[in-house]
């Protein structure tokens, strides 16, 4: 019997796109344009986080890729909106990884955008696993999904630099404890920033988009 041989392929996989994300970060730093992944399950309000920026970010260029496995609907409201977008289908895939992006990045021709905030594949899972290429990665937990949610999907947090608990305006309605959800995360990120806010009604978007034009600002300079 001939010997058998083991093919890693996944781990193959990750090595082969953690290489051409670095490539993607090193032209984003030569052409100055901030790439923000974000990430979150599907409802959490990652559109209407969005739409409460439009007016905070006018200091900035800025624009948004939306990515999906089919549709356009987020990429025409944000479009309407009045904010540069462009629409990624993944063709089935759960995620984008470097080239995906790379790919969105050269369609949308980044217009001289010093900000893009690509909206990635509502899911908890597989988007974590995979690196864009962005310069920062921010995830929504909102509400109605909990607060053990870091707990059940650590590679998201581990992942992330920012976490925004959104529909702090409904809290009083759901079992959903701040102190527990700030514990649970540091536990899986002692260095991850959180900010609580309302998409709804505006409280706390401020202190999101002072976050955002900082590390834009830190990334042009």
């Known amino acids: 019997m001939s010997d058998l ?36 399950s599907p409802g959490s309000g990652k559109t209407t986080t969005l739409l409460a920026l439009a007016d905070k970010l006018k ?15 987020d990429a025409e409201t944000v479009i309407n909106a009045g904010i540069p977008s462009v629409q990624i289908h993944t063709g089935g895939m759960c995620h984008l990884d470097a080239d995906m992006t790379r790919q969105g990045l050269r369609e949308f021709g980044q217009k001289d955008l010093e900000l893009i905030i690509l909206e990635n594949v509502g899911n908890l899972v597989c988007p974590a696993e995979f690196d864009t290429g962005a310069v920062k990665n921010m995830t929504i937990l909102s509400v109605p999904e909990g607060h053990d949610k870091p707990l059940k999907y650590p590679l998201m947090y581990e992942k992330c630099h920012l976490l925004v608990i959104n529909k702090i305006d409904v809290m009083e309605y759901f079992d959903f404890n701040k102190e527990k959800v700030v514990e649970y995360a540091k536990k899986r990120n002692p260095d991850i920033d959180i ?20 590390n834009v600002k830190e990334w042009c300079e």
Do not use: C
Not at 15 to 25: K, Y
Not at 60 to 68: F, L, N
Not at 195 to 214: M, N, P, Q, R, Y
């Open 195 to 214: 900010i609580f806010i309302s998409a709804k009604t505006g409280e706390g978007v401020d202190e999101l988009a002072d976050w955002i034009l900082k």
């Open 5 to 40: 041989k083991i093919i890693e392929v996944k781990k193959s996989v990750f090595a082969d796109n953690n290489e051409d994300a670095g490539l993607l970060r090193d032209q984003l730093k030569q052409e100055n344009t901030f790439l923000l992944n974000l990430m979150s």
């Open 59 to 73: 200091k900035i260029k800025w624009g948004v890729m939306e990515a999906d496995i089919d549709g356009a609907v």
